[in-house]
């Protein structure tokens, strides 16, 4: 049997198995003819382009080299509703007349963008923003479901979805007991973005391919030839494809998958639907940001049904007291849910929950569990009692509108703790190397009671806590003592009052530009400032009519620590002028790293969508912020747009 002949029964060995889910040989087999052609390899020095031995993860890459794509790659519009998405259908009919959808799953993964040329496989890349992505060759490499040959001659880009079967996250974390995946879209994405193709190939993942890009030699002429393409060159390809022709047939395949999408082995966060002509598609176009011939539908947050156990009362650094539900752990979303939030007292009565019943529980936008209400309750389920002493200190709570309180903020160790550690964020203060569990033997070994606290101690006091040696002692230190030039903005936030996060602490520098003039504004002064209304303004008024916060606020003016606000605006940015709300999750950035980057070019963030706003940056599972934008006819731009307005 010549190499040839060996790499191409493998390779269709390979294809009946990853692709098809129909293998025509036991495992020895496949395993005996590749061990015979690595000898094969090895005794020559000669390896095929396609050949399977080139899957196996190679060395770990240093950096990720950026891979300009030949044609942009667009992101989907989306609609959230039924209403929505016959609206989008009627507006293209109205438009090009008659013609005929396709409807396929959204897989819930990372896109892949494959080159191949005269047949082979040249590499592949992430989207990234859709101009230019990272070169993933080595990872996709060890995706055995991804063709490394195929009988097409052209040139062609091919676009799919990294995926992460739930029956291999399952394998993985049997094998894994230790460090369990717990989510198959992360579990995806972060084995193809991990510099270490052997950490990609363990986790066993899948391609399902659903597009091109750029293409020379290709003739096919709708979505439903490209499917037969990509069949007919080894591609696997959607679970679910169909035609339809107007909005009760698209509706009806909706509905038919929402029900089956439980039982899948893969997950999805909707679906995609697409005018299946291409000469149509050219004659709809696009949008800056957006084929005008695709849509995604997405699905409502996955709903579950679980056990409400018990629920305790935790407090915070405000003193506030929030119920948490402790859940018979449940799978949702990809993730197991054990534990959920239940607002306050007056949440708990309104949907009438109780211990010992079961509840209805979501992942509000695909991430925070929220428990909706009763589902059932029984013979043996208790109500949820209001608390009327504190969890931690054992005080009298007192009760402000729909929130618990636990009044003694000098006392209650839990208050303290939270306050000091608030202090010492990144987005705050930003002194490293301070866990929670240090700050709490700070609190119990060395009386530190404030934040201000922090700037007395000395190497003699660190060295009395558990793990502290020369030379953590001297970076904390060091980190303790960089801390007192932080920004106007970084101490409000730090200060920890209740309602104001970091957006909101920079209008406040940027407005009152001291300490000083924020400490003398009355109600009306602050209400006036477009983020904040008068429940916010009078918690500030609150914060500073406290002789205990204005001693804590002298100290650490004592310490050096008391900054004025300074511009340092980029007249010249792309966001110049312009007042911007982020809103929903970016992929590439944190909230508060594409803040910075808005401010450096310019921008003034802003925490609330008024009629004022310039611009809303909106990520995944924008919501109500985003609903608001539009109704206002603000200018809406995803992260993909972002991204390439920061790039120029």
């Known amino acids: 049997m010549t190499m040839r002949e060996m790499v191409d029964q493998l390779n269709k060995w390979a294809y009946e198995y990853y692709v098809l889910d129909a293998p025509t040989v036991a495992d020895t087999q496949y395993d005996a003819l590749y061990d015979q052609l690595s000898a094969m390899e090895k005794s020559t020095g000669v390896v095929l382009e396609d050949s399977p031995t080139k899957r196996v ?43 005929v959808f396709t409807v396929e799953l959204k897989y819930d993964g990372l896109t892949i963008n494959c080159t191949y040329s005269n047949g082979k496989f040249l590499g592949a890349s992430t989207r990234g923003n859709g101009i230019e992505g990272e070169d993933v060759t080595a990872q996709v490499l060890t995706v055995k479901s991804v063709p490394l040959s195929i009988d097409f001659d052209g040139f062609a880009e091919i676009q799919g979805e990294g995926i992460m079967r739930l029956s291999a996250l399952e394998a993985y974390n049997r094998k894994h007991p230790d460090e369990p995946l717990k989510n198959a879209r992360n579990a995806a994405a972060g084995a193809i973005r991990n510099l270490d193709p052997a950490v990609t190939a363990e986790r066993n993942l899948d391609v399902v391919f659903y597009s091109t890009g750029y293409t020379e030699g290709m003739t096919v002429g709708s979505q439903t030839e490209l499917v037969q393409f990509l069949k007919n060159n080894r591609f696997k390809t959607n679970f679910v494809f169909e035609e339809a022709s107007d909005f009760p047939s698209v509706k009806a395949v909706i509905e038919k998958i929402a029900e089956q999408r439980g039982s899948y082995d893969f997950l999805i966060d909707g679906v995609v639907i697409k005018v299946n002509d291409y000469a149509t598609r050219e004659l709809l176009g696009y949008t800056d940001k957006f084929p005008k011939w695709a849509v995604a539908y997405k699905f409502d947050a996955e709903q579950v049904m679980t056990r409400l156990e018990e629920v305790r009362w935790q407090v915070g650094r405000t003193g506030k007291l929030t119920p948490i539900g402790v859940l018979s752990p449940v799978d949702l979303c990809g993730a197991t849910i054990s534990r959920a939030t239940l607002n306050n007292m007056g949440d708990i009565r309104r949907k009438k929950l109780k211990v010992n019943a079961d509840v209805f529980i979501r992942r509000s936008n695909d991430v925070i569990p929220e428990v909706l209400g009763l589902a ?43 306050r000091i550690d608030h202090y010492c964020t990144k987005s705050a203060c930003n002194i490293e190397g301070l866990s929670e569990k240090t700050v709490r033997a700070m609190v119990e070994k060395l009386n530190v009671s404030s934040p201000a606290d922090l700037y007395d101690l000395t ?33 409000i936030y730090a200060l920890g009052i209740d309602n104001i996060g970091t957006v909101t ?23 006036a400032i477009d983020q904040i209304g008068d429940v916010v303004a009078q918690g500030i008024v609150d914060y500073f009519a406290d002789k205990e916060n204005l001693m804590a606020l002298d100290k650490l003016a004592a310490h050096g620590i008391n900054p004025v606000y300074s511009e340092n605006v980029n007249t010249g940015g792309v966001f110049s002028g312009k007042k911007v709300v982020l809103t929903g999750s970016l992929k590439k950035y944190t909230r508060s790293e594409a803040g910075k980057i808005i401010e450096s070019l310019g921008g003034q963030l802003s925490s609330s969508v008024t009629s004022t706003v310039n611009l809303v940056v909106a990520g995944e599972a924008a919501g109500s912020k985003l609903d608001k934008a539009r109704q206002l006819g603000i200018e809406v731009i995803d992260e993909d747009t972002f991204i390439s307005l920061i790039s120029k």
């Open 57 to 99: 993860g190679g060395e770990p890459l240093k950096v990720f080299l950026p891979h300009k794509h030949i044609k942009r790659l667009y992101s989907l519009d989306k609609v959230q509703s039924f209403n929505e998405l016959e609206e989008w259908i009627n507006k293209v009919i109205s438009v090009v007349g008659p013609t």
């Open 376 to 418: 059932q309750d029984y013979s043996d389920s208790m109500e949820i009692e209001k608390p009327d002493r504190c969890p931690s200190c054992g005080s009298k709570l007192v009760e402000r509108g729909a929130n618990l309180y636990c009044p003694d903020s000098l006392h209650c160790l839990t208050q303290i703790v939270g």
């Open 459 to 491: 190497a003699e006091d660190l060295s009395r806590l558990d793990g502290f040696k020369d030379k953590k002692i001297s970076n904390v230190l060091k980190s303790i003592e960089a801390s007192k030039s932080v920004s106007l903005a970084g101490l």
């Open 505 to 527: 602490a920079r209008d406040l520098a940027r407005t009152f530009r001291s300490l000083e003039n924020l400490k003398k504004a009355d109600v009306a002064t602050l209400s």
